[in-house]
């Protein structure tokens, strides 16, 4: 799944059991996971487990490439 993010925009903080992984396909983001914030620019990933709290700010504009197991059907009903 693509997300797109205009400069400032925030996945706010939440948590889900599915384990994650991001791919940073365009632009800079400050990604929290478990309290710990990494910034991460294009080409760089970040792999979050099931259940920790996490949130994304788009520092400048840009896209994150998702992808989770279990599959996020909540996700594939919206595209």
């Known amino acids: 799944m693509a997300f797109r993010f205009e400069e400032g925009g925030i996945r706010p903080l939440h948590s889900h059991l599915n384990s ?3 791919y940073v396909a365009e ?3 400050d990604v929290t996971v478990d309290g710990e914030t990494v910034r991460l620019g294009p080409g760089s990933s970040f792999v979050r487990r099931a259940a920790p709290r ?3 700010v788009a ?3 840009g896209i994150l490439i998702d ?3 279990p599959r996020r059907d909540d996700f594939l009903e919206t595209q």
């Open 54 to 56: 996490s949130w994304v």
């Open 20 to 22: 994650q992984v991001s």
């Open 67 to 69: 992808t989770f197991n």
């Open 27 to 29: 632009g800079t983001f």
């Open 59 to 61: 520092v400048t504009e």
